[in-house]
């Protein structure tokens, strides 16, 4: 059921706007973890479709940002239990040298976005091969 | 809940310093903060104290309408299939489990912040919640328990004849 999402690329210079809409937005939570090949950034978006996600990179930055819709009329309801709040995600990652930026793919599944950062070409691990004289 | 009167800005007839003045956003800010404080302390750094999902279980909503009784609870990446609900007198349970990614390659941890394993958490319904009349989906994550409310936990409309 995972859906690809498409990397978007910045487009010249992209003003920094505020966002007027009356969110509140979180930090997911994430893991990041190193493959021999890539780096996966698994966050937590739940709430979140794949029409809503918006993903950014520019100047090293990586951004993620996740839309979600409100689930109830949040001015109308009346909670009996209100332990998280329902808002937007945002989390930008300073991403270094030896990304393969192009390639850079997005998917998300039951509420966890998954983002796959290949390595290029030049920084991946290679062996050695020892010739025996 | 609120314990510290805060007046909502946009009922205040009183005249509002400029938007953009500085103090004029450092008391949104602080508006904003104490809301949060009281309204959903997840929100704030106790959200340490209690992360998304640990062994406290899952963080809950549950929201009351005319109709039904609503409760949402944050699951990202567990699977459906994966998750058990129960009631029992009147005692919502939702349990499960999240399992680690199924790759064991090598892998080498940068940052976890992400929580895996088994999670439980119950909860008391409201006696107008029928338990029969429960309606569970899960969708981006997100499980969503419609429980209808009893006939007679339902408001009525009674209508004032004019004579």
Known sequence: MSTNVTVKKPEGEVARVERTRDRQTYMPNVDIIETPDAFVVLADVPGVSADGVDIRFEQGVLTLHGRVEPRQDEQHTCYLLREYGVGDYLRSFQIGEGIDSEKIEATLKDGVMELRLPKSEAFRPRKIAVKAS | ?163
């Not at chain 2, 328990?145 to 009893?150: F, S, V």
Request: aromatic share 6%; glycine share 6%.
């Open chain 2, 1 to 163: 809940m609120n314990l510290i009167p805060w007046r909502n800005k946009r009922e205040g007839g009183e005249s509002e310093p400029a938007a953009d003045h500085p103090l004029a956003r450092l008391r949104s800010e602080m508006d904003q903060l104490f809301e949060r404080f009281w309204r959903e302390p997840s929100a704030l750094g106790m959200a340490d104290f209690w992360p998304r999902m640990s062994a406290l279980g899952p963080r809950v909503n549950m929201a009351e309408s005319d109709q039904d009784i609503t409760v949402t609870a944050e699951l990202p990446g567990v699977d459906p299939k994966d998750v058990d609900i129960s009631i029992s007198g009147d005692v919502l349970t939702i349990r499960g489990e999240k399992k680690q990614e199924k790759e064991d390659r090598k892998r080498d941890y940068h940052c976890v912040e992400r929580s895996y394993g088994r999670f439980q958490r119950s909860i008391r319904l409201p006696g107008s919640a029928d338990p029969d009349k429960v309606d569970a989906t899960f969708r981006n994550g997100v499980l969503t328990l419609t429980l209808q409310k009893r006939p007679d936990a339902r408001p009525r409309r009674i209508a004032v004849k004019s004579e």
